[in-house]
């Protein structure tokens, strides 16, 4: 090393009989086939030296092809670092040689990658832990396959999917060790050795005992299940016994795939006589141009599939009218000049006899009503997203009706004086037959320190809230500070006040603010 200008501390090491005996026994090997029987270690300062120092040992001495291991570019999953190779000695006996920096050196003996931490019950006939949790990934790839709603797909995701959820291990007839979650039952199993079998089953043994389908399997369980060719199919009183979101999504295809054709006639009739109720004309909206909007919204391949949706409750039918409404409406906009709009103002208004702020009492499908105005186009503008209960006013727009803003957004507020000519009151409509359910797209900024799982964290709250996230965005700062946007439907300001109330109590969140331009 000196030859090389390397600086360096060597040490060495022969190995404990007792330290051989436990990896003959545990790994299966004979005494030729452990090549650390002696080992030196060599730490130097820097990670540059340590390859240098490698290239020198291995011009030295012979190296055991296969026998080299890089754990400083690839470290190990407790962060230990170091190079590994082992050698051909002059005598012809094989030795093991660690390089590795004083740092690494430091975590390797005191950090979490402590030899006695990762030697003591360490069992390498069985599969790593970590290893095992990460076969969710082919899990994930079964639903997506499987599943037609990709709404469905990502709201199994967020609610259902446990990576760390404690395990039991038990056994099928054969002998064949199956892992499942911690509180899974026979369906649970059954649905884990093949989705035919749990729909075919009828019952289970537990240890050679009939036992109830909502029975707790323990470690080391043998279960056996019985099935019968004359079974019905799952039951929908499953979904609320089953553990596993495997399970759960099996059975939901097999509702789906085999009363397909009945929901879907279903969720036709829903359409049909929710239209006759609102008065609207179903013909009009249910053309491909409309009805593809409609399908890339809910995340469905294709126009059946909404319907299927419709019939087994999945989606309801205003949500597909007002969305097969809003491509309508950009393909047919009304087109009302400026001049049209703001003459019906006038005249409307004078004919409230002098009343200020009196607004004409017209009924809205949209559930705003305009000062004066009656049968025109209103929008609710995407600068400021309002809500009900947000304090609103209406914009002439140039060919596209009235635009409602909330009165604090930045655009109105930085509004010049020939705009401003434009503005006309509003307010929100209070009828008994309007809609409870209701949805208002609106957008919160959230700024939080940069952690892991943060997003994690403030997902579960709209999940646990049972509100639907549409979309989000989030970028970090080099302060560390993350900024997240997420859309979402809701129902009014109060609502979205709980919900703030809520994100604020996540870890680690600074401030939220609404989106105002």
């Known amino acids: 090393m000196d030859d090389a200008n390397i600086k360096a501390q060597v040490d060495g090491r022969v190995k404990h009989f007792f330290s051989i ?7 299966d090997k004979t005494i030729d086939q452990i090549y650390d029987l002696f080992a030196v270690r060599i730490l130097v300062d820097t990670v540059k ?17 296969g026998r080299f291991k890089d754990y400083i570019a690839m470290p190990k999953p407790n962060m230990y670092q170091s190079l590994h190779t082992t050698l051909i000695g002059p005598t012809g006996q094989p030795f093991e040689i660690q390089i590795r920096t004083f740092e690494m050196h430091r975590t390797a003996e005191y950090g979490i990658a402590a030899h006695w931490k990762y030697k003591e019950n360490n069992n390498t006939k069985g599969l790593n832990k970590e290893e095992e949790k990460l076969s969710w990934l082919r899990e994930v790839l079964e639903w997506q396959r499987d599943m037609d709603d990709n709404k469905e797909f990502l709201s199994l995701l967020k609610t259902n999917l446990d990576l760390f959820a404690e395990q039991v291990y038990c056994f099928t007839p054969n002998g064949d060790v199956k892992n499942l ?19 075919r089953m009828v019952g289970a043994r537990v240890n050679g005992n009939l036992v109830t389908i909502d029975y707790h399997i323990q470690n080391g369980d043998r279960v056996e299940i019985i099935t019968s060719q004359n079974s019905r199919g799952p039951s929908r009183d499953w979904l609320s016994i089953v553990k596993s979101t495997q399970a759960k999504n099996k ?24 239209c006759k109720a609102q008065g609207i004309v179903l013909t009009d909206l249910v053309k491909p141009e409309y009805t593809q909007a409609c399908m890339k919204k809910y995340g469905f391949r294709d126009w059946d599939s909404v319907l299927a949706a419709l019939g087994h409750g999945g989606l309801k039918e205003g949500q597909v009218i007002n969305k ?24 409307n208004n004078a004919s409230s006899n002098g009343q200020t702020g009196a607004m004409a009492a017209i009924k809205s499908k949209s559930g705003i009503v305009v000062a004066g105005l009656d049968d025109v186009s209103v929008r609710f ?13 209406g914009f002439v727009t140039r060919g596209r009706g009235v635009s409602i803003h909330r009165t604090d957004c930045v655009n109105v507020m930085n509004m010049n004086e020939a705009d401003r000519q434009r503005i006309i009151e509003a307010e929100w409509q209070v009828t008994p037959d309007k809609e409870e359910n209701e949805l208002y797209d609106t957008e919160l900024v959230i700024y939080a320190y940069d952690r892991i799982g943060v997003l994690l964290d403030l997902t579960k709250v709209f999940t646990e809230s049972g509100i639907t996230i549409n979309n989000v965005n989030s970028r970090t700062s080099k302060q560390g500070i993350a900024t ?21 109590q996540v870890e680690s969140v600074k401030d939220i603010q609404r989106t105002h331009s």
Request: charged fraction near 25%; proline fraction near 5%; charge should be positive.
């Open 181 to 199: 979650a911690n509180g899974s039952t026979p369906i649970d199993f059954a649905y884990a050795v093949h989705s035919a079998v749990g729909n």
């Open 484 to 504: 997240i946007t997420i859309g979402f439907a809701i129902r009014s300001v109060e609502a979205l006040h709980v919900l703030t109330a809520k994100l604020r």
């Open 324 to 347: 097969l409404q809003d491509a309508y409406r950009k393909k047919n906009p009304q087109f009302a000049t400026d001049k049209d709009i703001l003459e019906a103002v006038g005249k």
């Open 21 to 27: 005996y436990k990896k003959m026994v545990n790994q």
């Open 381 to 393: 503008s995407r600068c400021c997203s309002p809500v009900p209960g947000d304090e609103i006013i």
């Open 49 to 65: 030296d340590c390859y240098a120092a490698l290239g020198v040992i291995h011009e030295m001495y012979k190296p055991i092809p």
């Open 251 to 274: 059975i939901n295809q097999w509702f789906r795939t085999q009363f397909k054709e009945e929901n879907i006639l279903r969720g036709k009739e829903l359409l049909t006589n929710y």
